[in-house]
């Protein structure tokens, strides 16, 4: 079965910078896109970033919500099966949960919630 096993959150001061993991078994990592989600208290999950896998005539290419969008660097390490979001110039407004997703998510929607891993807990306070 899709396990989704995401690490490296914390608190982190504005200005700030975090990498996130997220270790994938039970399927073809490589294949899939994969997407990195967030939810802030008391708001919906939004999209933060997709990296196409090997099936995608552009693989390994990373997009981005513009929220995120020069600040977040997603990329992926296929053999050792774990998805990476690398974070910096952290704000107050990145505080989410952030979750990995197997699948491919935009602005127009996100993978089912069943391929979603756990979360790590993101803190952007001084």
């Known amino acids: 079965q899709v396990q989704l096993v995401e690490s490296g959150g914390g608190l982190v001061q504005p200005g700030g910078s975090l990498t996130l993991s997220c270790v994938a078994s039970?399927?073809?990592?490589?294949?899939?896109?994969m997407t990195w989600i967030r939810q802030a208290p008391g708001k919906e999950p939004e999209w933060a970033s997709s990296i196409t896998g090997l099936v995608d005539a552009d693989s390994n290419a990373p997009s981005y919500a513009d929220s995120v969008k020069g600040r977040f660097y997603t990329y992926r390490d296929n053999p050792k099966t774990t998805l990476y979001l690398q974070m910096a110039s952290l704000r107050p407004d990145d505080t989410a949960t952030y979750y990995c997703a197997r699948g491919r998510g935009s602005l127009s929607g996100l993978p089912p919630r069943g391929d979603w891993g756990q979360g790590t807990q993101v803190t952007v306070s001084s």
């Open positions: 039970g399927f073809a990592f490589r294949f899939y896109d």
